[in-house]
């Protein structure tokens, strides 16, 4: 990365998709500021430090994601801002996916968990981040990680409400990039590919998931939480990718692609 280490805000709810991506920035040098529940978060960041000896240090601002008050998120951002100065980078990693079933199914409660969540919190984070970014003239990047159920290429049964959000977010990074562009603040996301501890696998089974994801998916697996995401946040919040905004970047090993053919499979 740069030589200077980018100074990065994550939000994350201590799941392995978010602490791997963690650790590979802290890895790399960035300056980390973890937000989200802050009794999970203390034990990810001392277990970071603990293997990343000499790096830099990992803080920890608590926020609940599913708070009603947008002021809530403007304090974390604030404290955030207070221990690392200027942000360079905010990536959102913090998502509610919920149990597969029918949306008829769903109750009000799960609903409004779920919007609160996958499309209320990151709104409210953008406008926190994006407000101190323009402030600081120096601009920035932002980053929200979703995934392929919210592309109109990998719908999935059993989603109905999380895949609605997550397809919110892929609309918010085109229009959010086309608005804020103007401060130097660069927004794109990453549609991730499913892993088998995502809801689907788990509702067709793991062991059938597994066998047959080697006939129905081109690389033969399903998406490796440690190692599969994290190069392309490092790309994103670098200045190698100064002008790309606007993107998502499907990170899925064609799954999307495939899905019919991988859902009939199931």
């Given at each position: 990365?740069?030589?200077?280490?980018?100074?990065?805000?994550?939000?994350?709810?201590?799941?392995?998709?978010?602490?791997?991506?963690?650790?590979?920035?802290?890895?790399?040098?960035?300056?980390?500021?973890?937000?989200?529940?802050?009794?999970?978060?203390?034990?990810?960041?001392?277990?970071m430090?603990?293997?990343?000896?000499?790096?830099?240090?990992?803080?920890?601002?608590?926020?609940?994601?599913?708070?009603?008050?947008?002021?809530?998120?403007?304090?974390?951002?604030?404290?955030?801002?207070?221990?690392?100065?200027?942000?360079?980078?905010?990536?959102?990693?913090?998502?509610?996916?919920?149990?597969?079933?029918?949306?008829?199914?769903?109750?009000?409660?799960?609903?409004?968990?779920?919007?609160?969540?996958?499309?209320?919190?990151?709104?409210?984070?953008?406008?926190?981040?994006?407000?101190?970014m323009?402030?600081?003239?120096?601009?920035?990047?932002?980053?929200?990680?979703?995934?392929?159920?919210?592309?109109?290429?990998?719908?999935?049964?059993?989603?109905?409400?999380?895949?609605?959000?997550?397809?919110?977010?892929?609309?918010?990074?085109?229009?959010?990039?086309?608005e804020?562009?103007?401060?130097?603040?660069?927004?794109?996301?990453?549609?991730?590919?499913?892993?088998?501890?995502?809801?689907?696998?788990?509702?067709?089974?793991?062991?059938?998931?597994?066998?047959?994801?080697?006939?129905?998916?081109?690389?033969?697996?399903?998406?490796?939480?440690?190692?599969?995401?994290?190069?392309?946040?490092?790309?994103?919040?670098?200045?190698?990718?100064?002008?790309?905004?606007?993107?998502?970047?499907?990170?899925?090993?064609?799954?999307?692609?495939?899905?019919?053919?991988?859902?009939?499979?199931?």
């Amino acid at each position: 990365m740069e030589n200077q280490p980018k100074r990065v805000l994550l939000t994350s709810d201590g799941d392995e998709i978010s602490k791997n991506i963690a650790f590979h920035l802290a890895k790399r040098g960035c300056r980390l500021v973890l937000v989200g529940n802050e009794r999970r978060l203390r034990s990810v960041a001392e277990k970071m430090m603990g293997s990343l000896k000499g790096g830099q240090p990992v803080e920890v601002v608590g926020l609940d994601m599913e708070e009603d008050r947008e002021g809530a998120f403007d304090e974390a951002v604030d404290k955030a801002c207070q221990i690392l100065g200027n942000l360079d980078a905010f990536v959102h990693c913090y998502t509610y996916e919920g149990k597969m079933q029918d949306p008829l199914q769903v109750g009000e409660d799960e609903f409004k968990k779920s919007v609160k969540i996958n499309f209320v919190a990151p709104w409210f984070l953008l406008k926190a981040v994006g407000r101190r970014m323009k402030e600081s003239k120096a601009g920035g990047s932002i980053v929200f990680l979703t995934s392929i159920i919210g592309a109109e290429r990998g719908l999935y049964p059993g989603a109905a409400a999380y895949g609605a959000c997550a397809a919110s977010i892929h609309q918010l990074v085109r229009t959010a990039a086309m608005e804020i562009g103007k401060h130097k603040i660069r927004v794109n996301g990453i549609a991730r590919g499913l892993h088998l501890q995502d809801e689907y696998p788990i509702a067709v089974g793991q062991e059938r998931a597994v066998k047959l994801v080697k006939e129905a998916a081109p690389l033969h697996r399903w998406l490796d939480v440690k190692n599969d995401l994290a190069s392309t946040v490092i790309y994103l919040i670098s200045d190698g990718s100064r002008y790309m905004t606007g993107t998502t970047i499907y990170v899925d090993g064609a799954q999307s692609i495939t899905r019919p053919r991988m859902r009939s499979y199931m």
